[in-house]
Every structure is written in C-alpha cells, then in structure tokens.
C-alpha cells in the first residue's frame, strides 16, 4: 500500500476527529473506516500531546501495523519483553512519514507535537480479546503512574 491509496480525510473529518479527541478521556479519537468483521482493519487516529497508549503488542502473524503520518511529529517506541527500550523511529513531515511495526513486537506512540493523525492498516478481524497484549511491565492508562511513565518516555525527545 501506497500514500496514493490512502482514503481522503476532508476538512471537517479533520475538525470533528481531533475534537472528539480534545473530548475524550485518553486523548484520542478514531476514526474507524472498515466494516465490522473486514478482514482489512483502516483507521485514522487523532491524537493529542498527553495521550498515553500502554506499550503492547499485535500477537498474531498477520498482525503488523502500517502506520502513515499524516500530519503533526510522532515517535514509537520499541522495547524489548523486559520494558527497556530498543529502537525509536520519528514520523514527521519530509522525512519518514511511514512504518511498519512487526507483528509480536512491543511498542508506544509518544506524539511530539499538540496534536497527530496517522492513517493506520493492519490485517486480521478485530476481536478485542486477541487483538493486542498490554506490556505488564507499563503502567496501565489513566493512572497517575502512567502520566509520569509517559513524561520519561517524552524526556528523550527534547
């Protein structure tokens, strides 16, 4: 898949995803595309800066994530089984705008600016009990923990 086969993200999707972001709880809002039950899971996400997503990971083979940049700055984070880190990759205009993260692979976003969209693929019929793993080793979303754990995360980037 290419950026030219990206569904069209109009002005007012733009507007109403990222305050339905602002409204929520975690931050973030998607913007869900695929039929329930599609076998091909597409989605835009719109994230603002504080939203914290547990580390987890896809735990199926056809399970990686494609993730394109389609505006604002983002990092992901990949650790190893213990919660070290491991690698980073940023996703920014004019530069790397797409990745791939590996099925059976632990990972986070961290955006690095006010607000971020990604347009996100993976394959796999979405059933929240397999679809991912949360890293028992992160702090759970919405604790005070988890806001401190994020702060660290961020601290590398500035």
């Given at each position: ?61 056809e399970k990686h994530e494609d993730i394109y940049l389609i505006s604002g700055k983002l990092a992901i984070l990949y ?80």
């Amino acid at each position: 898949m290419n950026h030219d086969s990206l569904q069209a993200l109009s002005d007012n999707d733009l507007f109403e995803g990222l305050l339905k972001a602002k409204n929520s709880p975690r931050l973030r809002h998607p913007k869900i595309l695929h039929s329930p039950g599609a076998e091909f899971n597409t989605v835009f996400n719109f994230i603002l800066y504080d939203s914290y997503m547990q580390p987890h990971m896809h735990p199926s083979a056809e399970k990686h994530e494609d993730i394109y940049l389609i505006s604002g700055k983002l990092a992901i984070l990949y650790f190893d089984d213990f919660g070290a880190l491991v690698e980073t990759n940023v996703l920014e205009d004019s530069k790397l705008q797409y990745i791939r993260v590996p099925a059976f692979t632990w990972h986070t976003y961290v955006m690095l600016t006010d607000q971020v969209v990604t347009y996100e693929t993976m394959n796999g019929i979405y059933d929240p009990t397999t679809w991912k793993s949360l890293a028992s080793w992160a702090p759970p979303e919405g604790t005070l923990e988890a806001k401190i754990y994020l702060s660290n995360l961020k601290a590398a980037f500035i």
